[in-house]
């Protein structure tokens, strides 16, 4: 597709449950990062993948996240035993080169998550 | 510690007026500047990127700036449309070797009024 394409754009999920979150990016893009928005409040890094080289997985706040990058394309997110604070929007994006580099980052849309 | 401050936090002006936004940065080393529109409810369009040696770019009726010396950032909206209504977020990449890393900040809440 032309841009980012995430899915589901919204999921309601019961405390406790899995939840997968679904990133296809721009085709050609090599790096990719997930990024979480609360209500109110600034982006909040979560992950990054570019390319071959090991994630920067610094900004995941538990081990109930987790994420991955299968071919160098599409990306799951997944949140194990979902909390009532997990509940934001969840952005993927991605660009042509790595962090740092003077390119620019699409967005997706986001999933919006609800944890009740 | 890297921090992006933006101010103000949030801004009301009437169409038709211009506006600033400032970002105030302690990131180091510097590698360079974005400023993005995020539109309620979508995820974050990017205005202007601007490395360690260029002072002012425009994008239509966006124009940024940035000092490096006093790591400072501003953002110039002229004649403001209804459209502009949105969030403006400013984050700088700092980079340490192998390292690099965007420090996102809050945003400026810019609502426009007719």
């Known amino acids: 597709g032309a841009g980012v394409s995430q899915s589901p754009s919204n999921k309601v999920t019961e405390k406790g449950k899995d939840v997968e979150l679904r990133c296809d990016p721009i085709?050609?893009?090599?790096?990719l990062y997930w990024y979480r928005q609360s209500l109110g409040q600034g982006l909040e890094f979560l992950i990054y993948?570019?390319?071959?080289?090991?994630?920067?997985k610094s900004g995941l706040p538990s081990d109930r996240f987790s994420a991955e990058r299968t071919g160098g394309s599409v990306s799951t997110l997944t949140i194990q035993r979902t909390q009532q604070e997990d509940s934001a929007v969840y952005l993927c994006?991605?660009?042509?080169f790595g962090e740092g580099a003077i390119t620019e980052a699409f967005f997706g849309q986001g999933t919006r998550l609800t944890v009740v | 510690k890297n921090q992006v401050e933006q101010s103000p936090q949030s801004l009301i002006i009437l169409e038709g007026k211009n506006c600033t936004l400032q970002?105030?940065?302690?990131?180091?080393?510097?590698?360079?500047l974005r400023w993005y529109k995020q539109d309620t409810g979508r995820g974050p369009v990017s205005l202007t990127i601007?490395?360690?040696s260029e002072n002012t770019k425009s994008n239509g009726r966006y124009t940024a700036t940035l000092d490096a010396d006093t790591k400072q950032s501003s953002l110039h909206i002229t004649a403001s449309q209804l459209s502009d209504s949105a969030s403006y977020i400013c984050?700088?990449?700092?980079?340490?070797?192998?390292?690099?890393?965007?420090?996102w900040g809050l945003g400026t809440s810019l609502a426009v009024n007719p």
């Open positions: 085709s050609g893009h090599t790096a």
């Open positions: 984050v700088v990449s700092a980079e340490a070797g192998n390292n690099r890393k965007l420090i």
């Open positions: 994006a991605s660009s042509l």
């Open positions: 601007m490395t360690f």
């Open positions: 993948f570019q390319g071959n080289s090991a994630p920067d």
């Open positions: 970002c105030n940065y302690t990131v180091s080393p510097f590698s360079n």
